[in-house]
């Protein structure tokens, strides 16, 4: 249930700091997919840990300047990357070969500066992809993020897809939270596994007849509506010139980033 | 997969294959992008060739079941939780194909707006859940289920196996993408750029999860999920059960007809068991307490065990246990025959004739229970 609500939380979120006057909102939805895009592989591809470090530093002065606040990158990206990644990448400090540094106290397990190294290259790494990827959909409507994966080739048919499915994603969860509710309202006390489990399964099962269904009365809707197969997505984009410089801007920090990451 | 309202995404190694940007290089998220196309591809074709305007309302609405399904926190056996990918449960409903498309679409939107997952990493994450668990799991309900009706308690097992077995090979090929990096991607003074462990790491910490939680988590929903459509929607079962009877009392000579082969192989098996005679001696820890005080068999007994002789006395233990019970046919061979070929073989189709009425009388109480049940 926390999980249901944490969607439709999210997704509110993304609509209300997708509407407001910042930074990142001005900028042409093709432009920021693609920009951001390129400086998540520049960051990615980088062989050097302060490049990363500019990289992460430039997605945080985005953010500021786009209205996100520091509470939403924090519970939504920075805590969760460095606690889990965190602990994934804590064994690689004694376990990866290289020269010791130093020993854990009564353990004596061997801290190599190889290992360090190791761990800070994949949590910086999350961190800073994972910052960049959230500020493209906390700058950009939803549907816009889908419109301009055309810019990227991307099968008209598949966007439309997308869309709807975000939409159905959005009933299913409700539908999902209401029987749920339900069946905790006629419950006493706690659930037993077993019963939690099949309360699941039996939610999981009604959800998928409701899917049928739906997906039945949608195309006689669409039918209806005159859809013969035929799929089309309204571009309302205009590139201005401002919208270049960023493009161009973002390819080449992109491309510095990756330049500069291999020397 | 974690709460979505804490950042999701990084419960790699525990119970979620959804791997996030910077745990793979540029060149591997390329490579598995260029993996999974093809298979985009022809599973878009197969779609518009077959539903043409069915495709889209279909594909939309099954994404976004999968993506709910993926939410589900499911309380295991043994007091943990874990979350199913729907791999399964999408393969039996739509087919292998549509599957692919509808795991590819919710493993999308779980990316780019739910950041569970990363954007570089999604050919990733798609060839190995999406593709990988679809064939699999597809392939395993088909080979397991057979022809049997459709109502079929096999069916829920295929089902529940199908899922499992999708599940650890998407898992098996994350830990083997993350186990390479290592040894393909380091810095100048030899720090791993990427995913920090070995494939004797990787695999192991990944398998270990999958095979104990998130498989069966999968296992829970495919087969709970089937046997709740076999009771409510029959029909949704049979777009994957070709050739199928209804329900079980249908059509039970076909489904002795489809176990014919194997009663056939179970015959010359049978018949061959007497081969095992040629194997002199008793298998190593298969002695009797007679053959502590046969020279021949000490003998044998010592050459088998790296030259230590045998104890010279039965020990106490052994002698007092095997008392306790006297076989009906020691040893595969019948007292009234003179033939030891026919004795092994006379054993043979005794135990299999026992073992299959067994099973008969079991799958007979099974189905009435389900009935009443």
């Not at chain 1, 659930?191 to 739906?214: C, D, F, H, N």
Request: aromatic fraction near 10%; glycine fraction near 8%; charged fraction near 15%.
């Amino acid at each position: 249930m926390h999980g249901f609500f944490g969607a439709l939380e999210h997704a509110l979120e993304c609509e209300d700091l997708a509407r407001s006057d910042g930074l990142l909102q001005k900028i042409d939805p093709r432009v920021k997919l693609i920009g951001i895009l390129a400086l998540v592989v520049g960051a990615a591809a980088s062989r050097r840990l302060e490049v990363i470090g500019v990289v992460f530093a430039a997605g945080c002065v985005m953010a500021l300047f786009s209205h996100v606040p520091l509470r939403t990158l924090v519970l939504r990206v920075w805590a969760g990357a460095f606690v889990f990644t965190g602990a994934i990448a804590l064994p690689a400090i004694f376990l990866t070969p290289g020269a010791p540094i130093r020993h854990l106290p009564f353990v004596g397990w061997p801290v190599t500066f190889e290992g360090l190294r190791a761990a800070t290259y994949l949590v910086s790494r999350v961190e800073t992809t994972a910052t960049l990827s959230m500020l493209l959909v906390l700058s950009t409507p939803w549907t816009h993020v889908l419109k301009s994966l055309r810019a990227l080739r991307v099968p008209v048919v598949l966007v439309v897809i997308l869309g709807m499915t975000y939409r159905y994603i959005l009933l299913l969860i409700e539908t999902a939270i209401e029987m749920m509710d339900s069946r905790r309202s006629r419950t006493v006390g706690r659930l037993e596994p077993s019963e939690g489990r099949r309360l699941a399964v039996a939610t999981a099962g009604v959800l998928l007849s409701k899917t049928m269904q739906l997906s039945g009365d949608v195309y006689l809707a669409m039918q209806s509506r005159g859809f013969r197969g035929e799929v089309y997505v309204l571009d309302e984009f205009r590139m201005t010139a401002r919208d270049w410089g960023w493009l161009a801007l973002f390819l080449a920090s992109a491309a510095a980033a990756v330049w500069i990451g291999q020397h | 997969m974690g709460t979505l309202a804490v950042s999701p995404c990084y419960d790699l190694y525990v119970g979620s294959m959804h791997i996030p940007d910077g745990y793979l290089s540029p060149s591997t998220c390329a490579a598995l992008y260029v993996g999974a196309a093809p298979f985009w591809y022809v599973a878009l074709r197969r779609l518009k060739r077959l539903l043409t305007t069915r495709l889209v309302p279909l594909l939309s609405v099954f994404a976004a079941f999968c993506f709910v399904v993926m939410m589900f926190n499911l309380p295991l056996p043994g007091g943990t939780t874990g979350h199913a990918v729907g791999v399964g449960i999408a393969s039996i409903v739509l087919g292998p194909w549509a599957s692919i498309l509808a795991v590819s679409i919710a493993l999308f939107i779980q990316a780019v707006f739910f950041g569970d997952g990363g954007i570089t990493a999604l050919g990733a994450n798609c060839l190995n859940m999406a593709v990988a668990g679809s064939l699999v799991s597809y392939l395993a309900y088909r080979a397991i289920s057979g022809r049997s009706p459709i109502d079929s308690p096999r069916r829920v097992l295929a089902a529940g196996v199908a899922g499992y077995l999708g599940v650890n090979v998407a898992a098996l090929l994350a830990a083997i993408e993350f186990g390479v990096q290592p040894m393909l991607f380091h810095d100048a003074s030899g720090a791993p750029l990427y995913a920090p462990y070995p494939l004797s790491i990787a695999i192991p910490a990944m398998m270990i999860g999958h095979l104990t939680i998130a498989g069966v988590a999968e296992f829970v929903v495919s087969a709970g999920l089937v046997a709740w459509l076999q009771r409510s929607h029959p029909s949704l079962l049979r777009g994957t059960a070709p050739g199928a009877p209804e329900a079980a009392n249908e059509n039970d000579a076909a489904g002795w007809r489809a176990v014919r082969p194997l009663l056939a192989g179970l015959a010359a098996l049978m018949l061959l068991t007497p081969i095992g005679i040629l194997a002199a001696g008793s298998a190593w820890g298969e002695w009797s307490p007679a053959d502590f005080a046969n020279p021949a068999a000490r003998r044998q007994i010592a050459t088998a065990s790296s030259n230590q002789n045998p104890p010279t006395r039965v020990p106490h233990g052994l002698e007092l246990l095997s008392t306790v019970w006297t076989a009906p046919i020691p040893a595969y061979a019948p007292r009234f025959l003179r033939s030891q070929s026919f004795g092994y073989f006379l054993s043979a189709a005794f135990g299999a004739g026992l073992i299959l009425l067994t099973a008969l009388v079991a799958d007979r109480l099974f189905e009435r229970r389900r009935r009443s049940g």
